[in-house]
Antibody
Framework: QVQLVQSGAEVKKPGASVTVSCKTS????????MHWVRQAPGQRLEWMAW????????KYSEKFQGRVTITRDTSASTAYMDLSSLRSEDTALYYC????????????????WGQGTMVTVSS | DIQMTQSPSSLSASVGDRVTITCRPSQSISSFLNWFQQKPGKAPKLLIY???SLQSGVPSRFRGGGSGTEFTLTISSLQPEDCATYYC?????????FGQGTKLEIE
């Protein structure tokens, strides 16, 4: 079945960087775009970025522009999210989410999610 | 950015009740609206996409409606397993934004 399996929890110091991976299985990786969404404790879900897994094109939320980088390794069917210059406010659960896209209507949704990776930023 | 506002923020209802959650975006988003269910410690689960299309495997008691600037998620007959937080999300334009969530408790 379709699965997105993320890397394990991370604890980082302020100013450091973190990389979260999202390994996919059960479908053709390059057929679906991948998004990254985070959820800080007690907060609403927050969209961060998107990657076209076919050609590698990316789009980032302005809030994270310059600090986040999304990449993919098609041979490993895996997407990656790098977040730099970490601060305490980046403490959150980070999710990858596959994009379902209807080419006829342009409508899209996040139909499959990873299990989440907790990133804690603390001195 | 499009702001998404849900109401109510929380509600309590009994098994068998009909429950409705409302989502209002700050501008018209046509039918670019999705609904998710999130249980504690779990990733969000897609329930409804394109405002009213039921995701495969989701029980038919969940129904989405609306367009433009007002949307609803209705659970026709509440079940114990529906205890969760529900989020709306717009896919009209980036940054894709979510509502603040509606926490649904079973009495």
């Amino acid at each position: 079945q379709v699965q997105l399996v993320q890397s394990g929890a991370e604890v980082k110091k302020p100013g450091a960087s973190v990389t979260v991976s999202c390994k996919t299985s059960g479908y053709t990786f390059t057929t679906y775009a991948m998004h990254w969404v985070r959820q800080a404790p007690g907060q609403r879900l927050e969209w961060m970025a998107w990657i076209n897994t076919g050609n590698g094109n990316t789009k980032y939320s302005e809030k994270f522009q310059g600090r986040v980088t999304i990449t993919r390794d098609t041979s490993a069917s895996t997407a990656y999210m790098d977040l730099s210059s970490l601060r305490s406010e980046d403490t959150a659960l980070y999710y990858c989410a596959r994009e379902y896209y209807d080419i006829l209507t342009g409508l899209m949704a996040f139909d499959i999610w990873g299990q989440g990776t907790m990133v804690t930023v603390s001195s | 950015d499009i702001q998404m506002t849900q109401s109510p923020s929380s509600l309590s209802a009994s098994v068998g009740d009909r429950v409705t959650i409302t989502c209002r975006p700050s501008q018209s988003i046509s039918s670019f609206l999705n609904w998710f269910q999130q249980k504690p410690g779990k990733a969000p689960k897609l329930l409804i996409y394109a405002a009213s299309s039921l995701q495969s495997g989701v029980p038919s008691r969940f129904r989405g409606g609306g367009s433009g600037t007002e949307f609803t998620l209705t659970i026709s007959s509440l079940q114990p397993e529906d205890c969760a937080t529900y989020y709306c999300q717009q896919s009209y334009s980036t940054p894709y934004t979510f509502g603040q969530g509606t926490k649904l408790e079973i009495e």
